[in-house]
Nanobody, 114 residues
C-alpha cells in the first residue's frame, strides 16, 4: 500500500489550503494527518475513523476539517485560518482494517508566512 499526499504550498497567514492523500489499495480503520515542524516531534493533526468519528489537535479545532472518500481510499484536510505555527511537513497516515498495519505517506510541505 502506498499513500500519496499532495496539496501543500506557501500561503499567507489567514489563508487556506486543502491537502489530499490517496491510497493505492486496501481498506482502513483510521486515516489521518500528522505534521512535523522544524525541530519538533511529529504530532497528530486530525484523524477520522471508519465510523466517521474524528479527533483533532486542540491547536487546529475550529480551523481544520478532515474528511474521507471511502470509494477513492482518500483522506482530505481542509485547513483554514492558517497560522505561522501551522508550518511543517504534513504526512498522511492510514491503519489497515485486516492487518492493523499503519502506513505513512509522502510528506507535503505547508509554509505559512507573510
Amino acid at each position: 500500500v502506498q499513500l500519496q499526499a499532495s496539496g501543500g504550498g506557501t500561503v499567507q497567514p489567514g489563508g487556506s489550503l486543502r491537502l489530499s492523500c490517496v491510497a493505492s489499495g486496501g481498506s482502513f480503520i483510521n486515516m489521518g494527518w500528522y505534521r512535523q515542524a522544524p525541530g519538533k516531534q511529529r504530532e497528530l493533526v486530525a484523524n477520522m475513523a471508519s465510523d466517521g468519528s474524528t479527533d483533532y489537535a486542540d491547536s487546529v479545532k475550529g480551523r481544520f476539517a478532515i474528511s474521507r472518500d471511502y470509494a477513492k481510499r482518500a483522506v482530505y484536510l481542509q485547513m483554514n485560518s492558517l497560522k505561522p505555527e501551522d508550518t511543517g511537513v504534513y504526512y498522511c497516515n492510514a491503519q489497515r482494517i485486516i492487518t492493523q498495519v499503519v502506513y505513512w505517506g509522502t510528506g507535503t510541505l505547508v509554509t505559512v508566512s507573510s
